[in-house]
Structures are given as structure tokens and as C-alpha cells.
Nanobody, 117 residues
């Protein structure tokens, strides 16, 4: 069964850190680019970061550059998002995503990140 399961969200104060995890199963994880998206209430879903299959190339939204780091462990079939210096505007539901070669777009259920004092 193809599946993505996110974890690690929570409530954090501005300036704090969180590490999100996404556990993948049911496909050849190392072959696929993995993405982290987020969606805040009333806003469109936006791409936060991506990482290639072997982790050699990463990309970030301008809004998170220098604060967030995407990484992956192909042995554990996990992708991570380390979030530092969190801001109130980072509050959103965070989703893990990938596109399979079959054309199927896979989403996790999301994990909520709330940045508040």
C-alpha cells in the first residue's frame, strides 16, 4: 500500500524549532523526489521544500530559506523537515508529497504546526 504518514507537528513559540517526519511505504522511495507543502487557513497550499531521490539537490521557498532544512534517509524511507526560527506565519498544516511514475500523486494526512506565543 502506497502511503505517506507525517508526524512531529505541534505548538511552538516564535523562534522555536520543530522537526517534521514523513514515513513512506509501498514504493521505491529512493527513486522519487519528495516534497513538503503547507496550507494555512484561507490560503492556497504552497510548496515549502523539495529533495531529489539521493538528496543531492534541495530547493526551498523564499519564505523559509535559511530557516528550514529538508533531508531524507533512504534506508528508513523517511523524509524530514527541520524548521528553525519559526514565525507565526509558519502556522499551517504541513503535508508530505510525491508523484509516482504512474502519474499518481500521493499525499499524507498532514501534521499541524502552530506557532504562537
Amino acid at each position: 500500500q502506497v502511503q505517506l504518514v507525517e508526524s512531529g507537528g505541534g505548538l511552538v513559540q516564535p523562534g522555536g524549532s520543530l522537526r517534521l517526519s514523513c514515513a513512506a511505504s509501498g514504493f521505491s522511495f529512493h527513486l522519487y523526489v519528495m516534497y513538503w507543502y503547507r496550507q494555512a487557513p484561507g490560503k492556497e497550499r504552497e510548496l515549502v521544500a523539495s529533495i531529489t531521490g539521493y538528496g543531492d539537490t534541495t530547493n526551498y521557498a523564499d519564505s523559509v530559506k535559511g530557516r528550514f532544512t529538508i533531508s531524507r534517509d533512504n534506508f528508513k524511507h523517511n523524509v524530514y523537515l527541520q524548521m528553525n526560527s519559526l514565525k507565526i506565519e509558519d502556522t499551517a498544516m504541513y503535508y508530505c508529497n510525491t508523484w509516482l511514475t504512474t502519474g499518481r500523486n500521493i499525499w499524507g494526512q498532514g501534521t499541524q504546526v502552530t506557532v504562537s506565543s
